[in-house]
């Protein structure tokens, strides 16, 4: 039977292998739920951890989040699949600076892989959990981008101190800096354990393999592709690609009575009659310009924050879970695209079918066609936000407002995750079977990750 990560609401929510209603986790832990952040005393300082995460908003993590969409909007030389990075290790940076003001919850190291040896909370102390979460949010957006501007980093800065300036009056001097020391250290830990994520050697020299129906460079800049190796970086749920591999895409041939013939024929028919509709849809999703793919699913989750309003620790779960489920199934999807190094689109339609000037709305990404990623990590998205909010939630995705594009409005999470998918075909760069194995493909990923991970404790 499917597993189901169970809802925010006091909502149920995630998080174990089997079902639990959050209403456990309110229980324990939740019962001021809606009540503003209590002002810490000195009693509260000698007595230890009173003031739990729960009580505090998740203004922290939205703004901080609104900074992680800057820096990836802003961020040059770097593939689209690598900003899963500062996602996912955020997500875990700030659920590990919270989660020890979370009574019924539990750190995930020992659960992630390889992750262990993060700092732990002094007993009998208490913990200002915003001034935690503000300074390991810092900590770790200043090093997965070392290369952003100065103006960013004057801004990382900036929010630092001003959100240090306002947590000043919420507790004494001694927990606020016992707080800051905590979150700093929480984060370098998470930090150093990235590093050793394969990731430097995820674009290595590469020959492609050569043949019938194999990937080659693709107008207009024929690069050499991109991130050949990120199928081999560590997943940070181990276990989280098992039986997530499609069988073989359509098999090759130029025959016009084949399916590969018509799959393809497809997509350039589909080019030749774009209505208004679909070509919005395929320019929404481009997502490069703007603040590419990974950094589309962390707007969506802040906006839902912004309009749901849940507690600081509801808001750190959403955060983990959502960036190590993208970076999983990135990896998934890359295994899959360089072990069959399917033709594109614009190659074929160029070569095969004589179009020989014919373009793509959108520029063809430098990686094989099959699985298509924007399915694969939009569904992956999706199925995790419909079980963390619930499969009905309606929003209205306004990332792309600065862009002058129309919001897209939505009566489930799932519904993104087909529309992101699908827009691939009207932007010319993938085929739909190529679309529908990267649907699937990215809800198995994600309920791998649903039933292994254990955030409530046992």
């Not at 875990?92 to 019924?104: C, F, N």
């Not at 208490?126 to 980093?153: M, Q």
């Not at 499609?246 to 028919?269: C, I, L, N």
Request: charged letters at 15%; one cysteine or more.
């Amino acid at each position: 039977m499917k597993q189901k990560i169970k809802r925010f609401a006091c909502y149920p929510i995630l998080v174990t292998g089997i079902s639990i209603f959050f209403l456990t986790a309110c229980q324990k832990d939740l019962k001021n739920n809606n009540q503003p952040v209590q002002l810490q005393t000195v009693a509260d300082n000698v007595h230890g951890h009173l003031i739990q995460t729960n009580t505090y908003t998740s203004d922290v993590a939205i703004k901080w989040m609104n900074m992680q969409l800057r820096l990836m909007r802003t961020a040059t030389g770097i593939p689209n699949v690598a900003f899963a990075r500062p996602y996912a290790y955020s997500g875990i940076v700030l659920y590990e600076a919270v989660v020890h003001g979370m009574p019924a919850y539990q750190s995930l190291q020992g659960q992630l892989n390889g992750l262990s040896g993060l700092p732990q909370t002094a007993p009998g102390l208490a913990y200002h959990w915003s001034s935690s979460a503000n300074a390991a949010l810092a900590y770790i957006n200043k090093n997965v981008f070392p290369t952003t501007s100065d103006a960013n980093k004057t801004a990382i800065d900036s929010l630092e101190n001003a959100l240090n300036t306002q947590y000043q009056g919420e507790a004494d001097a001694a927990t606020i800096n016992r707080s800051v020391d905590f979150g700093r250290a929480v984060a370098q830990k998470v930090f150093e354990w990235a590093q050793t994520d394969g990731t430097l050697h995820a674009s290595d020299a590469y020959t492609p393999p050569a043949g019938p129906g194999l990937w080659v460079p693709t107008p207009p800049a024929f690069a050499a592709a991109s991130t050949p190796y990120w199928g081999n970086l560590r997943t940070i749920v181990a276990g989280s690609g098992d039986n997530t591999q499609p069988g073989a895409p359509t098999t090759y041939s130029e025959d016009p009575a084949s399916d590969f013939y018509k799959m393809v024929q497809q997509v350039y028919d589909a080019s030749q009659t774009l209505t208004p509709e679909q070509r919005a849809q395929a320019l929404y999703w481009r997502d490069i310009p703007g603040v590419t793919t990974p950094g589309h699913y962390v707007s969506i989750l802040k906006q839902v924050l912004e309009n749901d309003k849940p507690t600081l620790d509801k808001a750190a779960v959403g955060y983990a879970l959502g960036g190590i489920t993208v970076y999983d199934a990135a990896i998934s999807d890359w295994q899959t695209k360089y072990h069959y190094s399917l033709i594109r689109p614009v190659t074929y339609i160029r070569t095969v079918l004589g179009h020989t000037t014919w373009s793509p709305l959108l520029a063809t990404p430098a990686h094989p066609e099959y699985s298509a990623a924007h399915a694969v990590l939009s569904a992956a998205t999706a199925a995790v936000f419909s079980n963390l909010f619930g499969d009905s939630h309606s929003f209205t995705d306004h990332t792309y407002d600065y862009l002058g594009f129309a919001p897209r409005s939505f009566g489930s999470f799932n519904a993104f995750g087909v529309d992101a998918g699908n827009s691939r075909l009207y932007a010319g760069i993938h085929y739909q079977p190529s679309i529908n194995t990267g649907l699937e493909q990215g809800r198995k990923v994600a309920q791998n990750i649903i039933s292994k991970l254990k955030f409530l404790k046992e």
